[in-house]
């Protein structure tokens, strides 16, 4: 099967160990697989997009309760949103592969690592939420209710890979530089060997998401010089089109800058 077929097919399972499983395979298999890099893709007639297991419920935002991590209960929430954002981000670079034609293998390949990355992300959440003291049915995704928020952004950019790669990876996806090192010092605190480890989970998804933030500068970039477009005047511009929420500080800007961020784009974000 094509490469950017075969994405949306995996874009489309609901079963998150399937999914997992599949992007895996997919990364492992992508260098020998055929690309059509122009052929116009759309999903089965009545297949749902992304593919999502029936659980977790997925609400507002502002209905997702917030639990302090100092509880058992309330370090199983944070894991779980946290293997949520994940699992909607292996969706997120499916998508950024099988839905915008046109662009160099290596786009299609860099999405593909960073698809494998975020399920090995989410299954090193999941099995430590699995492995949390609990008594009765143990945790596992699906048993706190989410929220779709990246992915919404996700959908608003479905038209413009511009806009895509300026508000997915360098701004929702950026925003983790930022919060991880605030959760895990309150880890840290609680100290506790579940804490602790997922302190140690934390620090391998805030290497990664370093490296995958600046593949979305390095694509966003290369976009806007193909468009005769100055990406650091252009960004505003399509935060205020496509409604993305603005950033507040604190920013990781040690993070930001090895994520290919620059100093004029780091001063814009504190000025906001």
Not at 86 to 109: C, H, S, T
Not at 182 to 204: S, Y
Request: net charge negative; with cysteine.
């Amino acid at each position: 099967m094509e490469l950017r077929q075969r994405a949306l097919q995996v874009l489309c399972l609901p079963l998150p160990s399937a999914k997992v499983e599949a992007a895996l395979a997919l990364h492992r298999d992508a260098r020998g697989l055929p690309l059509d890099d122009q052929a116009e893709l759309a999903p089965p007639v009545g297949t749902r997009l992304p593919g999502h297991p029936d659980r977790p419920e997925l609400v507002e935002h502002t209905s997702v309760a917030r639990r302090s991590p100092h509880t058992l209960e309330g370090r199983a929430a944070l894991l779980h949103s946290i293997a949520h954002i994940e699992f909607n981000a292996i969706n997120l670079a499916l998508d950024a592969v099988w839905r915008f034609a046109g662009m160099p293998r290596a786009y299609y390949e860099d999405w593909l690592r960073v698809a494998a990355e975020e399920a090995e992300h989410f299954t090193l959440l999941r099995q430590q939420l699995q492995t949390m003291p609990h008594a009765g049915t143990p945790w596992d995704y699906g048993h706190f209710p989410a929220h779709q928020g990246l992915w919404s952004m996700c959908e608003r950019t479905a038209g413009d890979i511009v806009a895509r790669m300026a508000l997915v990876p360098r701004t929702m996806e950026a925003r983790g530089l930022d919060a991880t090192p605030l959760i895990q010092a309150k880890l840290r605190r609680v100290g506790t060997p579940d804490a602790l480890q997922a302190v140690a989970i934390l620090d391998i998804i805030l290497r990664d998401e370093v490296g995958h933030v600046a593949i979305g500068n390095r694509w966003y970039r290369w976009l806007c010089e193909r468009q005769g477009l100055d990406p650091v005047a252009h960004y505003p511009v399509l935060t205020r089109r496509h409604e993305a929420p603005r950033m507040r500080p604190p920013f990781n800007e040690s993070a930001r800058l090895d994520a290919g961020f620059t100093a004029a784009e780091l001063a814009w974000l504190q000025d906001g």
